[in-house]
């Protein structure tokens, strides 16, 4: 079955970065989408970022692009994302997660955009990021 294992996480200093890892099994990743979706307490989840399957098409949550970068390592089935210049807006549980589509969730009305409120059918256990000095 699906199985996502979220790690990296941790207290960062705003400004700061992390690098989050999303170990895959159960699938093969290079043949389907992988997105990261976070929830701060008292908020509803959000997808963050996407990438397509293979090497990827990238999608960005207008609040993170140009901060975070979403990559996999297909050999490793391995999931990543980098996120720098964080701010304590960042502070949430960040999830893996896939529904085993090829493709990112995207806008109907706008298809070069992720859609932020999806839910995908499979996520990890979530690790927790805190963005606080």
């Known amino acids: 079955q699906v199985q996502l294992m979220e790690s990296g996480g941790g207290l960062v200093q705003p400004g700061g970065s992390l690098r989050l890892s999303c170990a895959t099994s159960?699938?093969?990743?290079?043949?389907?989408?992988m997105g990261w979706v976070r929830q701060a307490p008292g908020k509803e989840r959000e997808g963050v970022a996407c990438i397509g399957e293979g090497e990827g098409i990238t999608y960005y949550a207008e609040s993170v692009k140009g901060r975070f970068t979403i990559t996999r390592d297909n050999a490793k089935n391995m999931v990543y994302l980098q996120m720098n210049s964080l701010n304590p807006e960042d502070s949430a549980v960040y999830y893996c997660a896939t529904d085993r589509a090829i493709f990112c969730p995207r806008l109907s009305s706008d298809t070069t955009r992720l859609r932020e409120r999806y839910d995908y059918d499979h996520y990890g256990q979530g690790t927790q990021v805190t963005v606080s000095s």
């Open positions: 159960g699938f093969t990743l290079r043949y389907y989408a």
